[in-house]
């Protein structure tokens, strides 16, 4: 178990290296990860939103995000759902995202 746990940290440590090259805030932190999902074979099901359904750098984030989940040890495979339900607001973002932003 703990090796599961250790490993979704490794998932989360490596979501925060990845940045919307317009807001200078890594999408975890930014609360646009709605949900980790990572089953016992390695498989691992993301569902991600973006700041806006238009988002220009959309496909550059999906395929940063996916290369480097790949990359985190007991990741054997990564299924990237994009979704835009909730959409995503300003108030889903950690305070440090806020703060970096201006939003506090």
């Known amino acids: 178990m703990s090796d599961i746990i250790s490993t979704e940290e490794r998932i989360v440590k490596m979501l925060r290296t990845v940045f919307d090259p317009e807001i200078p805030v890594n999408i975890y932190?930014?609360?646009l990860i709605y949900k980790i999902d990572l089953e016992e074979d390695g498989k691992l099901n993301l569902d991600m939103t973006l700041t806006a359904?238009?988002?220009p750098a959309a496909d550059f984030i999906v395929e940063d995000v996916r290369m480097k989940?790949?990359?985190?040890?007991?990741?054997k495979e990564v299924n990237v759902n994009l979704v835009f339900e909730p959409e995503w607001n300003k108030d889903m973002m950690s305070e440090e995202a806020k703060l970096e932003l201006?939003?506090?």
């Open 53 to 55: 359904p238009n988002c």
């Open 69 to 75: 989940l790949e990359s985190v040890e007991g990741v």
């Open 29 to 31: 932190d930014l609360g």
């Open 102 to 104: 201006g939003f506090l």
